[in-house]
C-alpha cells in the first residue's frame, strides 16, 4: 500500500530525444506527488511536483503526466541533454503522511 | 547559503564506535525529516520534527539510532556502536511545515562509512 513502483532502472536516451519514467503508486491517498533530480554526491533536487487535481504539468522541458485512475504518473523529458544525465527518483505522499515514499530511481544518461 | 547544510560531507569510522550527523535546515522551516540512502537504492525514511518534537521515529533501525533538533533548527542524527549495515548516505531535508504537499528541499548528505 505504501510502495511506490518506479520503472525502468535505468535508461540511456540520445541527445535531443525524449525520456520517460514511470510510477505507479497504490494508496489513493496520496495527493502530492513531487519528482527529484540527483547528481553523483549531491543531494536529491526537487525538479517539478503534480497535485491529482490536475492531469498534466510542465515547466520547460519537463512534463508530468498524471492518470488518477490506474494511479500512474510519468516524467517526460523533452530535448534531453547530456546535462539531464542524473538519478530520478519519483516520491509520493498524502494526507497524514508527510514523509515521502520515493521509487528506487532510475538512472538516465543522455548520449551526446 | 541558503539551502540545507549537513556536516560532515564524509565520515569513516571503524565498527563499534558513535558517530553524530547534523543537519542545519533552512532558516523558518519548522519541519525537518532524515532519510537513509544505501548504495543504488532509494531513500528510506528515519525520522520526522516538527519543531524540537519528533512525532514520528518509525523508520528508525534500531535502537543505536536516535535524533534530536533543538530550538526548532538544528538536528543531529546519532548512531551508536556502529555497524557495517550502517554505510550509506544520511540525508536532511527540510520544509516550511509538515504538510504532505510541502516540498521538502535536500542538503548533500553525509556518506559514512564503516570500516
Same mark, same amino acid.
Given at each position: 500500500?505504501?510502495?511506490?513502483?518506479?520503472?525502468?532502472?535505468?535508461?540511456?536516451?540520445?541527445?535531443?530525444?525524449?525520456?520517460?519514467?514511470?510510477?505507479?503508486?497504490?494508496?489513493?491517498?496520496?495527493?502530492?506527488?513531487?519528482?527529484?533530480?540527483?547528481?553523483?554526491?549531491?543531494?536529491?533536487?526537487?525538479?517539478?511536483?503534480?497535485?491529482?487535481?490536475?492531469?498534466?504539468?510542465?515547466?520547460?522541458?519537463?512534463?508530468?503526466?498524471?492518470?488518477?485512475?490506474?494511479?500512474?504518473?510519468?516524467?517526460?523529458?523533452?530535448?534531453?541533454?547530456?546535462?539531464?544525465?542524473?538519478?530520478?527518483?519519483?516520491?509520493?505522499?498524502?494526507?497524514?503522511?508527510?514523509?515521502?515514499?520515493?521509487?528506487?530511481?532510475?538512472?538516465?544518461?543522455?548520449?551526446? | 547559503?541558503?539551502?540545507?547544510?549537513?556536516?560532515?560531507?564524509?565520515?569513516?569510522?571503524?565498527?563499534?564506535?558513535?558517530?553524530?550527523?547534523?543537519?542545519?535546515?533552512?532558516?523558518?522551516?519548522?519541519?525537518?525529516?532524515?532519510?537513509?540512502?544505501?548504495?543504488? $537504492?532509494?531513500?528510506?525514511?528515519?525520522? +520526522?520534527?516538527?519543531?524540537? *518534537?519528533?512525532?514520528?521515529? %518509525?523508520?528508525? !533501525?534500531?535502537?543505536?539510532?536516535?535524533?534530536?533538533?533543538?530550538?526548532?533548527?538544528?538536528?543531529?542524527?546519532?548512531?551508536?556502536?556502529? $555497524?557495517?549495515?550502517?554505510?550509506?548516505? +544520511?540525508?536532511?531535508?527540510? *520544509?516550511?511545515?509538515?504538510? %504532505?504537499?510541502? !516540498?521538502?528541499?535536500?542538503?548533500?548528505?553525509?556518506?559514512?562509512?564503516?570500516?
Amino acid at each position: 500500500q505504501q510502495q511506490v513502483k518506479q520503472s525502468p532502472q535505468s535508461l540511456i536516451v540520445q541527445k535531443g530525444g525524449i525520456s520517460i519514467i514511470n510510477c505507479a503508486y497504490e494508496n489513493t491517498a496520496f495527493d502530492y506527488f513531487p519528482w527529484y533530480q540527483q547528481f553523483p554526491g549531491k543531494g536529491p533536487a526537487l525538479l517539478i511536483a503534480i497535485r491529482p487535481d490536475v492531469s498534466e504539468k510542465k515547466e520547460g522541458r519537463f512534463t508530468i503526466s498524471f492518470n488518477k485512475s490506474a494511479k500512474q504518473f510519468s516524467l517526460h523529458i523533452m530535448d534531453s541533454q547530456p546535462g539531464d544525465s542524473a538519478t530520478y527518483f519519483c516520491a509520493a505522499s498524502g494526507s497524514g503522511t508527510y514523509k515521502y515514499i520515493f521509487g528506487t530511481g532510475t538512472r538516465l544518461k543522455v548520449l551526446a | 547559503g541558503a539551502g540545507v547544510s549537513q556536516s560532515p560531507s564524509n565520515k569513516v569510522t571503524e565498527k563499534g564506535k558513535d558517530v553524530e550527523l547534523r543537519c542545519d535546515p533552512i532558516s523558518g522551516h519548522t519541519a525537518l525529516y532524515w532519510y537513509r540512502q544505501s548504495l543504488g $537504492q532509494g531513500l528510506e525514511f528515519l525520522i +520526522y520534527f516538527q519543531g524540537n *518534537s519528533a512525532p514520528d521515529k %518509525s523508520g528508525l !533501525p534500531s535502537d543505536r539510532f536516535s535524533a534530536e533538533r533543538t530550538g526548532g533548527s538544528v538536528s543531529t542524527l546519532t548512531i551508536q556502536r556502529t $555497524q557495517q549495515e550502517d554505510s550509506a548516505v +544520511y540525508l536532511c531535508a527540510s *520544509s516550511l511545515y509538515s504538510d %504532505s504537499n510541502q !516540498p521538502q528541499h535536500f542538503g548533500d548528505g553525509t556518506r559514512l562509512s564503516i570500516l
